[in-house]
């Protein structure tokens, strides 16, 4: 059984930088493909990166650029780093495995 726990979350102004962290437990994690999402208030959940198993990367139009996904699978980490954050990013963002979400960690980009 997998976990995820988020932390990292808070508040910042435009173009700023915020580094999420999700801390998993289990087994197996390093051939998992892992990823963020967020949700904004009365939106839908939605895809901001993924890196697999081996570290290959994919984002979100919206957040290429600007965030960094990685992982560290000895210590079964995974990062989301945000820079140049805009409000439009504002949202509840969720550490992903395809056998479990974490709690969610609020980000707030506001002046």
């Known amino acids: 059984q997998v976990q995820l726990v988020e932390s990292g979350g808070g508040l910042v102004q435009p173009g700023g930088s915020l580094r999420l962290s999700c801390a998993a437990s289990g087994s197996f994690f390093s051939i998992y493909t892992m990823g963020w999402y967020r949700q904004a208030p009365g939106k839908q959940r939605e895809l901001v990166a993924t890196?697999?198993?081996?570290?290959?990367?994919n984002y979100a139009d919206s957040v290429q650029g600007r965030f960094t996904i990685s992982r560290d699978n000895a210590k079964k980490m995974v990062y989301l780093q945000m820079n140049s954050l805009k409000p439009e990013d504002t949202a509840v963002y969720y550490c992903w495995a395809p056998v479990a979400w974490g709690q969610g960690t609020q980000v707030t980009v506001s002046s």
């Open positions: 890196i697999t198993g081996g570290g290959a990367t």
